[in-house]
């Protein structure tokens, strides 16, 4: 469970970054897929956090 509060971190800590750039990106294609990149991060997070509650 420990190891599975690790990647949760990194994931959430991941999405934030890619956020950062997004928001900072002057070029429209690289703001829009560091976006993108975000929203999977989250995606990817909220199902490793769904998956620890469920195995509780």
């Not at 959430?12 to 294609?29: F, G, P, Q, Y």
Request: hydrophobic share 40%; glycine share 0%.
């Amino acid at each position: 469970m420990k190891d599975m509060q690790t990647h949760l971190e990194k994931l959430r800590v991941e999405a934030e970054e890619c956020e950062l750039i997004s928001r900072l990106a002057t070029n429209k294609v690289k703001k829009e897929l560091f976006a993108k990149l975000a929203a999977h991060h989250r995606t990817l997070a909220d199902e490793v956090e769904r998956t620890m509650k469920e195995s509780r």
